[in-house]
Each structure stands twice: as structure tokens, then as C-alpha cells.
């Protein structure tokens, strides 16, 4: 995720820049860049890649002399990572420049309006699109072209601005998009997180949205949307630099794990319009959706379960035939893919060696390759045919959550997109389902706000041997994903079983404690799975129930129940999942593990 920080006051601002933007670095980048304002005109260095490239072409700050200045770390969104697409950006003569955190929604609109009026883009970014809005609407008071570039842009956006006419002011403004600004010993800075300015102050005042900071050397202003003071009050940090990073959370898999409700909407907003999904950005005319006969979606390990998935979805909803396979079988099995078949390849990194190699081996059968992709300019990213990206950000822990969240939300766009194309869908359907994917974010949130219940009942289960889980249809989909994230931070043996299999061998292996964590959440299987949880029972095993507030028999039929708010029946994964996160994330924890790094394990698997 994209990391801010500003400066400005009596010290040397480049750096205090490079020190803010190395404290941010465990956010995950692929460029950086400063600016710094130096007697007559504000310069800037950028590069792809590292810090350390930053450190060397500025010499630690030296070679960029002045006290007022922006830096940024990137996470490629719109456009791959590269020296141009590095922030900062800046207005046609550099008298203006910019730092942004965040995803402009309409960015192609503006874009489109000020080339129109003669403005020239260098880089392929949503932020550029900022410089030059504020520089079409500057006639000497930053914070009149501020507000009125405010009420243009929708999306999200944390930034800091640099007026070249107003060298001894730096101006912030957010929404959506985190920032924090604090008052230093000899200055003020500002900081899309709290490690990037520890070191300069610990007062620090957390910026609403809507609200615009003007900062000197000698202090700052708040102002709202209308140009009006606000009154804000500062409060004491006293986290150390490692909680810090970690927003407070314990870990960076509980922290990502809080970031979920954002990563989902973030997904799902930008492709949000006019009542119906926009996914231009795979370059497929409606006729191109509909020549599609069959999907054959490719991935490993929780991307994989997305695809399961997706199975249930797009044959359900969209009646298109699908089948899930992982990476590393499909590379090597000389794949049937006829005429008509789109390959979707899932992936967080998109550098996972066994789904890279399968996207190759479809596109040389001479199938269209999907990636539904979370690192943008990632080989998966550049290699497929068409593009959806997840808008969930850098993931730190090693066991994925909120990236699984974020593909769940691009398959259910994909599948209403074809299930509204082939007119299986109406529109007043699709406005009914699009009005509960918008409610999931909170719905989510309401869930993760449960953890203490499930923190009790985790403790319960630390000494476990063995845990199943089992559901039908798509609880089946959601099961496999809540035994790998036990399995893989809590080193229990789990597994996911499709509960009427149970009866075919598995069932053995229950025994008087064995614990098994049931999910059922589709009306039409309640009883089927009712049945299978007094299978289990009956031989001794300890059921968690995850289910809906309508499932009537839940209380009786299980010994412990969790309940989830009610949404669309094929939405249901994105909920189910919390409370098995949060278990996993539980057991570990009391067990000790290293939950964010568990062992032998990487976040990225490139090697087959
Ligand atoms: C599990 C997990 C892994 C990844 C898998 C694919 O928590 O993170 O199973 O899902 O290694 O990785 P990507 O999505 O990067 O291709």
C-alpha cells in the first residue's frame, strides 16, 4: 500500500523524507520518490524498485537541500511499477506537485476532460490526473483549488501537496485513505501511518475525512470541505516501533485481517457504475463475454479455494460450465481447452511459478488468458491476456486473508457481469444483488468485532490433534479455506470435507472431542447438513456451527453456533470466513506459533 510522508520546518526535509518513508517500507512497494522545495523551484528524484536506489541517487538526502518537502513509497495500482508511474507527480510546470495514497475512481473521466483542455499526462497514474486538476483550478489560494478538486475527485485519496508559489506551506487533505499529521520540535509533518514520524514526535493528530491541514514551520491549520477551521485535538502514541507498524494489532495477519472490510470495497466500488458493473479493463465487448462456453480457472493454495468458488458461482448463477483445477496439476496433464474457453489464473503475487506456468501452457493451447491479479505489473499481470485486478494491497502475514476476500469479491463482478450479459439476470436482480454486495463491508466488519467469542472458544481447542471441516455446495468452497488457515499458522492437521463424503471413509477418524467445524449457510442444505453434524456428533465429535439467523435447528443440532448476517446465498463465502480466520488466527496464537511467518512457508512460491 502506498505510503505518504511531508515535512516541513527548520531541518533539512530529504532526510527526514527518506528516514519516513524506510519506517513504511513494511507496508510493500515497488518505487519511491521525494520532492523538496529548493529556494526557487521543488525537485524531485524518483525511482522503480528500492529505497536504497532513492538513498543513492539523492546521497541520503544531500544532493535535494531544502526544509519543505513530500515523499512517497508505491504500490503499483494504475500503471506498473516504473520510474515514470513513481510519485511524485506534478502539473505541466512543476510548480505544483503531488503525493497520493489512494484510487481516484473516475480518473479516466478527468483525464479525458483535461486533455481536452491541452493538459499532457507522462505517466499512465490516477494521481497525475490530480496535479493537473489542482493546476486548472489555482488562481493563488491552494486551499480554494483543494476544495474545489475535492468535490471533483470520488474514490480515495490521502495527499500531501506542494504549492511552488507557497514555498513555506504544506498542505494535506484525505479521504478515505489514512493520515496522520504531528507537530515535531521544529516542524510539522505528515504520515499515512504512525512509524514514518515516531521518531520526530508522538503527538499525533489522526486527519478526518474531508479535512484539509495547512502546515508551516511554525504549526498547523484544519480546515473542512467549505474552507471552514476545524478544532482537532491530538492524542499521545506510546506504541513502539513494531506495534506501530502493525497499526496496534498484535500481528500483521489480525491487522490485515481488520483491513478486509476496506480491501472488499475497494474492489468492488471502482467497478460500480450507473447501476451496473464496469470491468472494461478486460478489454471484452459483451459479445466476446458471451462467446464464452466454458471457464477453466487455475491457481494454488487459497486463490485455489477462491476458484472452487467461483465453480459454484459462475455454474450457478451464470450458467457457464466450470471446473477449478490447481496450477500444478493442470501444467502437467496437456489441458483439453476448445474454442470458447476462458482461462482465469487467480493469484495475490502474480509471480506464483505453478499458476505462471499454467497461464503459459493455456495461452499456448491458444486460450485467452484472465488474471485476476493483486501486484499490479506482476508477471501474472503482464503475461495475461486480460486483466482484473484485486484492490487489496500489500499482505505482509504469510496466510492470506484479506487478498482471499478481494478475489471472492472480483469472481462474484465476473459472474453477475455474465449472468446480467446472458440475460439470466435482470436488471432489477442484479440491483438487488449489487445492493447486498455494498452491505458486505459492514457485515464483515460486524463479524470481526466478534472475536472475543471466538478467542474463548479458540482456547478451548489449543491441544487439538485433528479438526475437520465440512460443508455442502459452496460451504464446501469456504470449508477447504478454513482448514488451510488452521492448518497453516497452527501446524493442526485439518481437513475439509465435503460433508456427504464423510460417510465414505472420513468418518472413521471421529472420535469422543474430535472437533468439527460445520458450515451451512445455503437454505436448500440446511437439513442435509443438520444430518451430518448428528452423524458426527453421535460418534463423539464437538461441533462448531457456522450458519445463518434463520437456520432454526442450529441450537439444537450443534454445541456451539456462530451466526452470520444474511446476504445474497452466493455472497456467503465472504462472511463464513471471518469466523474460521479468526479461529485459526486464535488457535495459533495461544499455541505460541509464529503466526505471521509460520514455518516453512513463503509468501511468495516461486519455485514449483
Ligand atoms: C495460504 C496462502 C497460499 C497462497 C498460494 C498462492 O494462506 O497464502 O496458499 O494462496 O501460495 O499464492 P498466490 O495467490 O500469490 O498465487
Known amino acids: 500500500m502506498c505510503g505518504i510522508v511531508g515535512y516541513i520546518g527548520k531541518s533539512q526535509a530529504a532526510p527526514i523524507l527518506l528516514d519516513g518513508l524506510a519506517k513504511l517500507e513494511y507496508r510493500g512497494y515497488d518505487s519511491a520518490g521525494i520532492a523538496v522545495y529548493d529556494g526557487q523551484e521543488i525537485r524531485k528524484v524518483k525511482s522503480r524498485g528500492r529505497l536504497k536506489i532513492l538513498n543513492e541517487l539523492t546521497h541520503g538526502g544531500e544532493t535535494l537541500p531544502g526544509t519543505v518537502g513530500i515523499g512517497h513509497t508505491r504500490w503499483a495500482t494504475h500503471g506498473s511499477p516504473s520510474d515514470i508511474n513513481a510519485h511524485p507527480h506534478h502539473n505541466k510546470d512543476g510548480s505544483i506537485v503531488v503525493v497520493h495514497n489512494g484510487i481516484i475512481e473516475n480518473y479516466l473521466k478527468l483525464k479525458k476532460k483535461l486533455e481536452g483542455k491541452n493538459y499532457k499526462f507522462v505517466s ?7 496535479a493537473h486538476l489542482l493546476d486548472e483550478y489555482y488562481q493563488g489560494n491552494p486551499l480554494q483549488a483543494i476544495t474545489k ?3 471533483r475527485m470520488e474514490g480515495s485519496y490521502a495527499l500531501g501537496i506542494l504549492f511552488g508559489d507557497h514555498p513555506d506551506e504544506l498542505y494535506a487533505v484525505r479521504k478515505d485513505s489514512p493520515l496522520i499529521v504531528g507537530k515535531t520540535e521544529d516542524g510539522c509533518m505528515i504520515a499515512s501511518d504512525v512509524p514514518a514520524i515516531l521518531r520526530y514526535t508522538r503527538d499525533v493528530t489522526f486527519v478526518e475525512n474531508g479535512e484539509i491541514i495547512r502546515m508551516t514551520k511554525e504549526g498547523m491549520e484544519f480546515f473542512n470541505a467549505d474552507q471552514e477551521p476545524v478544532e482537532k485535538i491530538s492524542v499521545h502514541i506510546d506504541w513502539d516501533v513494531k506495534a506501530a507498524e502493525k497499526g496496534g494489532f498484535e500481528h500483521f495477519m489480525l491487522k490485515e485481517m481488520y483491513e478486509q472490510p476496506r480491501a472488499v ?5 471502482p467497478r460500480l457504475k450507473e447501476g451496473g458493473i464496469d470491468i472494461g479493463e478486460l478489454g471484452m465487448s459483451t ?7 466454458k471457464l477453466v480457472i487455475v491457481a494454488c493454495g487459497s486463490a485455489y ?3 472452487v468458488t467461483a465453480k459454484y458461482i459462475f455454474e450457478g448463477l451464470a450458467r457457464i460450465p466450470t471446473e477449478t483445477e490447481l496450477a500444478s496439476e493442470f501444467r502437467y ?7 470458447g474457453t476462458l482461462v482465469a489464473v487467480i493469484s495475490q503475487s502474480g509471480e506464483t511459478a505453478d499458476t505462471l506456468a499454467a497461464l503459459r501452457e493455456a495461452k499456448s493451447k491458444g486460450a485467452r488468458v484472465l488474471g485476476i491479479v493483486n501486484a499490479v505489473g506482476s508477471s501474472i499481470a503482464r503475461e495475461a491476456d486480460s486483466v482484473m485486478y484485486t484492490w487489496a494491497g500489500p499482505e505482509i502475514a504469510v496466510a492470506t486473508t484479506k487478498a482471499y476476500s478481494a478475489q471472492l469479491i472480483a469472481i462474484y463482478l465476473l459472474a453477475m457481469k455474465f449472468a446480467f450479459a446472458k440475460g439470466i439476470l435482470t436488471g432489477e436482480e442484479l440491483a438487488g444483488m449489487l445492493g447486498d454486495l455494498k452491505k458486505l463491508p459492514v457485515q464483515i466488519e460486524m463479524l470481526l468485532n466478534n472475536r472475543e467469542k471466538i478467542q474463548r472458544f479458540a482456547n478451548r481447542y489449543l491441544a487439538a490433534r485433528d479438526v475437520y471441516f465440512i460443508g455442502r455446495g459452496i460451504d464446501y468452497a469456504i470449508s477447504m479455506e478454513g482448514s488451510l488457515k488452521l492448518k497453516e499458522i497452527s501446524y493442526i492437521h485439518s481437513e475439509a470435507y465435503a460433508a456427504g463424503e464423510l460417510k465414505h471413509g472420513t468418518i472413521s477418524l471421529i ?3 474430535t472437533l468439527v467445524a460445520a458450515v451451512s449457510t445455503q437454505k436448500e442444505l440446511y437439513r442435509k447438513m443438520i444430518s451430518n453434524i448428528t452423524e458426527v456428533r453421535t460418534r463423539g465429535a464437538f461441533v462448531l456451527l457456522v450458519t445463518n439467523e434463520d437456520n432454526t435447528e442450529a441450537e439444537k443440532a450443534a454445541d456451539y453456533v456462530i451466526y452470520l448476517p444474511e446476504t445474497n446465498p452466493y455472497f456467503t463465502n465472504s462472511l463464513a470466513i471471518i469466523p474460521l480466520q479468526l479461529l485459526s488466527y486464535y488457535v495459533a496464537v495461544g499455541k505460541g506459533c509464529d503466526v505471521d511467518k509460520p514455518r516453512n512457508l513463503a509468501k511468495s512460491v516461486t519455485v514449483e
Open 333 to 339: 496433464r496437456n489441458p483439453i481447452l476448445e474454442e
Open 305 to 307: 479455494h477462491a476458484g
Open 287 to 293: 459479445e466476446e463475454l458471451l462467446k464464452v462456453k
Open 511 to 513: 472420535e469422543e472431542g
Open 265 to 269: 470495497a475497494d474492489t468492488f466500488s
Open 124 to 130: 499512465e497514474t490516477d494521481t497525475e490526473v490530480i
Open 149 to 151: 478538486v475535492m468535490h
